[in-house]
DNA sequence: AGCGGGATTTTCT
DNA sequence: GAAAATCCCGCTT
């Protein structure tokens, strides 16, 4: 671990989710800088059927199970990407799905990828990813570094986090493992 | 406003 | 060979 501020990634995927909430992403795309709040999340792990952790270390999940702070993208559905922050220690198949984020500066750039404006921007997982040109290549990224870093804000009070189930899952679908910022409006669904 | 289907390819059985 | 941590469009109320 490099960064201090980073301490609370090694904790339990559902206590990294809401921890989470509030803090920034910045991606430096077409010479822009990009920022981006993240308001909705879920958390997987390797007890939860749900997680593609779930049946142990694959090649696919490998990034899952390394060490905490670096981003862990799959490809789905034939056409879309999704971002997670690797969450737990080395050899815990841990991470947070980013379900939503609200956009902060270069806002034009986002829309150039995304070919959508306002909250269709990045109201969902996949979303985001086309927003910011996530994809493969940024898979097992190390956060603390260009083009893409996560930047901790100070954790948002209880009152101001919802917490639900999951959303597009088939299996586990009463664990209650999603948080979002009540009343934004970047919230999926 | 809500429902249903199609797109399209990686991943694991 | 089937399912998948999704999204978009078109059709029906």
């Not at 999704?82 to 379900?99: K, P, S, Y």
């Not at 086309?130 to 804000?153: C, F, M, W, Y």
Request: proline residues 5%.
């Amino acid at each position: 671990m490099v960064s201090d501020t980073f301490d609370f990634l090694n904790g339990r995927a559902s206590d990294v989710a809401p921890r989470l909430l509030g803090c920034i992403l910045e991606r430096e795309l077409d010479g822009e800088v990009v920022r981006v709040k993240i308001v909705e999340t879920e958390a997987y792990d390797e007890t939860d059927a749900a997680s593609h952790s779930y049946k142990g270390r694959t090649q696919r999940t490998d990034i899952m199970f390394g060490p905490p702070g670096h981003l862990y993208v799959y490809f789905t559905y034939g056409m879309h990407y999704c971002c997670n922050i690797v969450a737990g220690g080395e050899g815990t198949g841990a991470a947070v799905l980013i379900r939503a984020v609200e956009p902060l500066s270069g806002i034009e750039v986002m829309e150039t990828h995304r070919l959508q404006s306002g909250v269709q921007l990045t109201n969902g997982p996949a979303k985001l990813c086309q927003a910011l040109a996530i994809n493969k290549s940024l898979n097992g990224h190390d956060l603390t570094k260009e083009p893409l870093r996560l930047i901790v804000e100070p954790a948002l009070a209880n009152e101001a986090i919802e917490q639900t189930v999951r959303i597009g899952i088939s299996k586990a679908k009463d664990v209650p493992w999603r948080f979002y910022i009540k009343d934004n409006p970047y919230v999926s669904r």
